[in-house]
């Protein structure tokens, strides 16, 4: 039990339904991974590869439908193990047509009872998320202090409301905002964007959960706001220990606060394994996405040679139209003559091509 | 030696923001200088970055040299004649010449408009053609762009952001300008994404021989695609100079801290001597707060470790753009 991961995601598929193209999205279709007790989990990849609806799915916030479908996320705290989609299948129905799901049936409304019953206890409390905008999600009509106060009372056993309030203000300090006690009665925006990020951060780490979901904790701020902000993380990491899921497409903040990457490409995970495997560029045991992906960041050569960037070729896989084969074929620049035929016909699987180092493509199977 | 095609001599813009609802009468105005002083030129062919945090002018300079705002005070030159005080007819014809990409994906292109019309608005205002013409140039804005035929019936909403952002650029294309203001066309997109715009902006240049004004606060990407680098700090600009100089050997504090901030959001191990130029009082700035003199000296490293020179705070004294060779230019007393 002690070296159970702390979460652990199974086949998890997440789809959304399309009415003008008549077909389903499938945001997540069949990620696995898991974080281990005191991890930082990256993960990377386009927008529209998945990775905030993966995040969403683990705290049932997904609304529309048909929503989380098959899976298992299992979520080990306080010395049990809980699968947070326990019961699912009764409410799903799922039609298949040679191996792919092409018909949902799912009572939308009996699940959300369902999964809000057993997401009580955990969301918030054991598993806090920081989201993608702070601006936004940060109640506009209430100071940044109450918004903590509040999320202390309702998630932690602090429920007297002055205790919350100094509490509130520990963790205002504790993320670095100047003057927190000034702060704290300060409204959204009233606050920077660094600020309010900072208040977000200070809010999921109040109610001291076990898991955090960072979900672009650095996107949209200034360059010498972003690299303050992974230095905050960076610090928050090595004093509390919180084990995190780390979500971003930028790799350099990935890289630096990671100890295992997961790369996802359309829905799926194409890669998983420790940072220093996945995220160097010069090793080259690696998933040809992963490749391109690190190629296309610019860096010195590109400007001290003058060189072109080298672009991957084409858009983000549209994940109503799943191809039959691999699905970054269509995009590949390392399809060999050999493999060719299963690239474009059979969707490689995730297998383990190092020790802890998986990766989805057939270049490294016979 | 090629010609210059913008020039932009001590341009202001300033911004007015009335106080409350009687401030009409009483006259009280709170002042926001955006641009406060800038100028710089642009030569043919040759692409020139602005960098700085959001809210320090970057914009609002492309906005007003293309006179889609009014300047304060100042002058622009585009061909050697001013065009400050252009009139209407005169900036209609302009226009056709000098273009801008806009940041935002979203609101620049019409959401109620298919990308086929969209771009045939754009080749008809400027010129009278008949609809083979129109249709065969979208083919080639297409072609020259790179984007399928496939998506012209589409709406804006149905492309992902690569290809909107490559609409824009056709769009622009299509008038056939010779200056371009690109407004961080890279930002909101994906590295994989950005690559191929940024690949695709070189491409148009060498084959079209545009000049481009490339605001961005991605420093790697305007390093890459520029041949000048200017560094705004609060409506001022701070440090000019060639790109690869302002990159690897800044001499202004304030543009070797955003480098820096860069380098070590990447490094494991953050040096402590990166550690130690960062340890100004580091508040985001604000046109509103008061200062004298060197407007950066608040946040300054240098101004603390030289234990506070009062040069830098006397209001005398403001420091100017001066050249420290080969073109390289720093506002500071104490550049490093």
Known sequence: MKNAPLLKIEDLRTYFYSRSKQAFIRSVDGVNLEIRRGETLGVVGESGSGKSITALSVLGLISGGPGVIAGKILFGSNGEQKDLLDGLEGYVKIGREQNRIMQVSKDVLGWERRSDEVMRTIRGGEIAMIFQNPKASLNPFTPVGKQITEAIRLHTKITDAQEAAERAIYWLKRVKIDSPALRFDNYPFGLSGGMCQRAMIAMALACEPALLIADEPTTGLDATIQSKIVDLLAELKSELGTTTMLISHDISVISRLSDSVVVMYGGTVVEYGPVRDILTASISSKHPYTSALLASIPGEEHVRDKVALQAIEGDVLDTINIPAGCRFYARCNRVTPKIRENCERREPDLREIAPGHRARCWLYFD | ?336
Not at chain 2, 60 to 71: E, F, N, S, Y
Not at chain 2, 137 to 142: A, D, P, S, V, Y
Not at chain 2, 216 to 224: P, Q
Not at chain 2, 261 to 276: C, D, G, P
Request: a positive charge; proline letters at 5%.
């Open chain 2, 1 to 336: 030696m090629p010609k210059t095609i913008l020039e932009v001599i001590d341009l202001k813009k300033h911004f007015f923001h009335r106080k409350g609802l009687f401030s009409a009468f009483s006259g009280e105005e709170r002042r926001i200088p955006a641009v406060d002083g800038v100028s710089f030129y642009l030569k043919e062919n040759e692409t020139v970055g602005l960098v700085g945090e959001s809210g320090c002018g970057k914009t609002t300079i492309g906005r007003t040299v293309l006179r889609l705002a009014a300047p304060t005070s100042g002058r622009i030159l585009f061909d050697d004649k001013d065009i400050t005080t252009a009139t209407t007819e005169q900036l209609r014809k302009l226009r056709g010449q000098m273009q801008m990409i806009f940041q935002d994906l979203d609101a620049a292109l019409n959401p109620k408009m298919r990308i086929r019309d969209i771009l045939r608005e754009a080749i008809t205002v400027h010129h009278k053609v008949s609809d083979e013409e129109v249709s065969r140039r979208i083919g080639e804005l297409l072609e020259q762009v790179n984007l399928k035929k496939g998506k012209l019936s589409n709406f804006p909403h149905e492309l992902s952001g690569g290809e909107k952002r490559r609409v824009g650029i056709a769009r622009v294309l299509s008038v056939g300008p010779r200056l371009i203001v690109a407004d961080e066309p890279t930002s909101a997109l994906d590295v994989s994404i950005q690559a191929q715009v940024v690949n695709l902006l070189r491409d148009l240049q060498s084959q079209l021989g545009l000049s481009y004004l490339f605001i961005s606060h991605d420093l790697r990407v305007v390093e890459l695609i520029s041949h000048k680098v200017a560094v705004m700090y609060l409506g001022k600009i701070v440090e000019m100079g060639l790109s690869g100089r302002i990159a690897h050997a800044p001499k202004h504090p304030y543009t070797h801290i955003l480098w820096s901030s860069l380098v070590e959001k990447q490094s494991k191990e953050s040096s402590s001597a990166t550690r130690n130029t960062q340890s100004g009082i580091w508040g985001v700035f604000d046109f509103e707060r008061p200062y004298s003199g060197c407007r950066f000296a608040p946040r300054c490293p240098v101004y603390e470790s030289q234990g506070r020179p009062t040069v830098c705070t006397d209001p005398a004294s403001e420091p100017q753009l001066r050249d420290i060779g080969d073109g390289h230019q720093v506002a500071c007393h104490f550049p490093l």
